[in-house]
Structure formats: C-alpha cells, structure tokens
C-alpha cells in the first residue's frame, strides 16, 4: 500500500549485491521502500555481463517476496544466443518488465558483440518474446555524452520506440526545465511513450561528481558550490540534498511527470524521507 498522502507512483533501482552482507542490506532496503508500494524494483545489469547471474538471483528473491521485479539486460559484448538464453530464462520464471540497454562497453575489449545498440535489442527481444515483456529503454534529458548532436539522440530514443519500446527512464538531472524541454522535444519528433523522470538523491559530492563526469549529467554550478561548501558536514549536505531532490521532485510532478524513478544505490533512508516530504506537500 502506498502510504496515506502519496498520490503519485514510484519505482526503484538497486544494483545486485556482492557479499552477504549487502544481500542482507539490500532485504532490509527493499522492505523500507516497498511501502511506498513501488510500480516495480529494478536491478542493473554489469558491463558485458559481469553480474548476470547475481542480477537474476536479486530478480528472483524480488518477485519471490510478491513485487514486481524488472531486471536490466544489455547487448554490448553480448550474443544472440546469449540473449535468448537469458529471455527464456526470465520468461520461464514469469517476469514481464526489462530494462533494455545498449551498455558498456568492458575496459580492454574490443569486440561489441551481435548488437551494437539498444534499438537491434528492443527489435530482436520483440522479434523472440512478441509482447511478452514491458520494455523500458534509457533516454537522456541533458543528451548522451556520446551523442553527437540532441537531434541525434533524439531520434535514437525513437528508434527504439519504433522498434517496440514501451516506456523511457531518463537519466538523472537537477535541472527541471531540461526534463520539460526534453518531453517537448519528444512530442515534437513523434516519441509516445512514457518518459520517466530518474532521481538520484544527493549522498556526497565525491560520488556524485564521478557518476556525474560517467554518464554526462550537469551539476549546476550553485549546487556544486553549496555541497562544496559543507565539506566533511556530510549531516548538511545530505539535508540540502534531501531539499534540493524533493523540490525537483515536486516540480517534475507538478509538470506532469508520470511517475518517478529513483536510483537507491541500494539505500532507503533518504528517499524515504524525499517521498514523504513530495506527499506532504501535495497535502
């Protein structure tokens, strides 16, 4: 169940854990954020398959505890065969949702394997599954850092629309505006789809700024300064964090974002708290 304000849809990213430990961690984060009764749990997928059989094990305990589990599979350094081992495994134990990715290409490796983008995967697990699976595909507010032009990556969130995707996660962003240009850029090139707003709360600055210089997502420059500026006051930088996400969260929804995707690190404390402050909001 939701809880008693909450008016608005979740969902919620972890990454598969490698020790004892973290599988322990990560029970008692899911069962913190399962009462904001998420759309489903989602679980990534490492760069050419390096945690394929953890990421199915994390699926599996998911939808063994009744929630909706959609696990993340990339196509770099992957083949057919492999993919269509992985469809019918995850077909035979009855899960309908992936995230569907291009991927990473391993450090050292040369070969991309049989795909060499999201848009021939989404076609080839159509081409396999029909309309077995919901398929979400990334798309890119602030543009793929190799994107070479908006225009471009634009087109390529179409692609994989048009070959079957049934909604869109955006990368993360602080910039509210960039996630309403970007729908409007959809809507006028055509994309249909649900385009999810991704929301990476605010932990440290080291972390964030080397996730950030990864996948291209902008900073800006206040914010940056203000986190800077607390240093070792990890209390303050997280309550700026908390108040910064939940704003932008707050904005998104009233903007008429459809739901929220939140990337955890396989963390609860701070999002809860995010959710509750958008729910007492909306109040």
């Not at 995850?90 to 309908?96: E, F, L, N, R």
């Not at 983008?117 to 080839?124: D, G, K, N, T």
């Not at 962003?173 to 385009?195: H, K, L, M, S, W």
Request: proline share 5%; with cysteine.
């Amino acid at each position: 169940m939701k809880t008693p304000n909450q008016e608005f849809e979740v969902s919620f990213e972890f990454f598969p854990p490698k020790t004892a430990e973290g599988i322990e961690k990560l029970r008692e984060t899911r069962k913190e954020l399962a009462k904001f009764d998420p759309e489903f749990f989602s679980v990534t997928f490492g760069a050419g398959g390096s945690t394929r059989d953890r990421t199915m094990e994390t699926v599996l305990e998911i939808q063994r505890e009744g929630y909706q589990a959609a696990p993340h599979i990339s196509c770099i350094s992957s083949s057919k065969a492999e993919i269509r081992d992985l469809l019918q495994a995850y077909q035979a134990h009855g899960i309908k949702r992936l995230v569907t990715l291009r991927g990473d290409v391993p450090s050292g490796e040369v070969s991309a394997g049989d795909f060499r983008y999201a848009s021939e995967l989404v076609e080839f697990i159509r081409a396999e599954t029909g309309d077995y699976f919901h398929i979400e595909v990334a798309a890119y507010p602030e543009f793929h850092p190799e994107a070479k032009t908006p225009a471009a990556d634009l087109l390529n969130l179409k692609r994989k629309m048009d070959a079957g995707a049934n909604s869109a996660i955006t990368q993360y962003f602080y910039n509210a505006d960039a996630y309403f240009r970007f729908v409007d850029q959809c809507d006028e090139i055509g994309i249909t789809i649900p385009v999810v707003p991704g929301v990476m709360p605010i932990y440290n600055i080291t972390q964030l700024a080397r996730f950030s210089s990864i996948c291209g997502a902008e900073i800006p420059r206040w914010l940056k300064m203000r986190l800077e500026e607390y240093g070792d006051d990890m209390a303050s930088l997280r309550a700026l964090g908390v108040d910064v996400v939940s704003e932008l969260c707050e904005m998104l929804l009233a903007g008429g974002a459809p739901s929220l995707h939140f990337y955890t690190l396989n963390q609860s404390a701070t999002i809860a708290t995010i959710i509750n402050n958008i729910s007492a909001a909306a109040d």
